[in-house]
């Protein structure tokens, strides 16, 4: 863990020194172009190599400060995520190395975070001391470890801050000594231009110097502050989730609480190979019942089969039977049927010789009905002779004549009597 963290914060110290060195030669690429020439950047950054050391000093503090700033969002992001389940009443400290596992599940950008750090660290400590006592002076110098960390990740920027107006003053007595350098009294009244102009410059140096030390001390300043809030941030956090969480011991009970752990062992032992025994007992008696079981399911079963066969087989009896009564009750409603048909021609044969008969019947009555009426007219004749013949006293011969007209008409009408019967009359 120690070496990653090393390689860790050998790559953040490369990664810086290389992204300035890329930015101060684009810097001075662009600078020292034509088109730059008199201007105040120009004149203040490339006069003299101790501005370019000075301008080189400040590009590589502030890619560290760039640098370490990108780190910001991950710590906060890791102060919001739930590392650890929510607690409930004091937990045993046992339980420290779920936890542990669990942290461990977490993804490696969160893990490695100085909230997935802090937590680890907390927990690993309640692991391999197997007791929460001073677990609260341990979280309090992770806390300090946190802060020195925190001085430290700014000392680069701290040095440069340092060094950035040495090398400004370095640069203006570098100035003065050259502008003084072989001068003499003689040559003073001529050389003075020269060594006004030159001592400008050293003082352009210092310059320089003061302003890229007051803004990287600005900028230390103020990412400094950021980075101890989160400190203090994932310290409330780790004294809210881990602090008084898990139970306390007396230090003069671990060795009472020893013995007692390894005399419970011992009766856990007993009681897990008295368990195991019973166990196969039950499951010994277990396997008989469910073998008795078997046997009476599949007496059961071989019952049920002999049951169903016999009843499948009075089924199919009855069945039979059935069918053999519904065509024998077809048969009778067949030659039913059959006799109903022929009952039904022979009364419809006999009603078309009714209605024969009928007609017949009708015919003679129509007949009997006209003759009727020459009968009525036939009677009135016959009154009006008999009338006559009373008053004519001829009543034996009206009594002939009427008789040959009855017989007339009896013979007409086909109602003649036998011949024995005449004889006999």
Known sequence: MDNARKWVFSRML???????????????????????EGTVLQRYTTEHAVE???????????????????????????????????????????????????????????????MGQRLIKALSYLEEKGSADGFSDYLDSLSDQDNDQTHDNYGLVRFIGWVTPVLGFLGTVLYFGMALAGLTVDQMADQ????????????????????????????????ERAEQKIVHSIDRRAERELLNRFEVADASLTPFLNALQ????????????????????????LQTLQERGEERQLRQAQVWEETILR??????????ERERRLLRVLEAIETDRTTHHTLMKSTIDEAGKLRG???????????VLNDEGKLLELQNT????????????????????LTAAIHLMTSRHGLMPPKSDQRAA
């Open 52 to 114: 370019y050391v000075i301008v080189g000093f400040f590009i590589w503090g502030m890619m560290d400060v760039i640098f370490r700033m990108f780190t910001f969002p991950r710590e906060k992001r890791a102060l919001r995520h739930e590392f650890l389940p929510p607690r409930g009443p004091r937990e045993p400290v046992s339980k420290a190395s779920e936890l542990l596992a669990h942290l461990k599940e977490q993804p490696a950008s969160l893990r490695n975070s100085r």
């Open 311 to 320: 009843m499948q087989k009075r089924f199919e009896e009855s069945e039979a």
């Open 192 to 223: 003075l231009p020269i060594v006004v102009s030159q001592m400008g410059a050293a003082f352009n140096t210092t310059t320089v110097a003061l302003g890229a030390s007051t803004a990287m001390m600005f900028l230390l300043f103020l990412c």
């Open 382 to 401: 016959l009154s009006a002779n008999l009338r006559l013949l009373r008053e004519s006293q001829q009543i034996d011969e009206a009594l002939h004549g």
């Open 357 to 367: 008969d009928f007609a017949r019947l009708t015919q003679t009555l129509a007949n």
């Open 14 to 36: 490369d990664l810086p020194f290389a992204a300035a060195a890329v930015v101060t030669t684009i810097f001075y690429t662009i600078v020292l172009q034509e088109s730059m």
């Open 262 to 285: 390894a005399l419970s062992g011992s009766m856990l032992q007993t009681m897990d190979s008295s368990v195991d025994r019973q166990l196969r007992l039950w499951s010994n008696a």
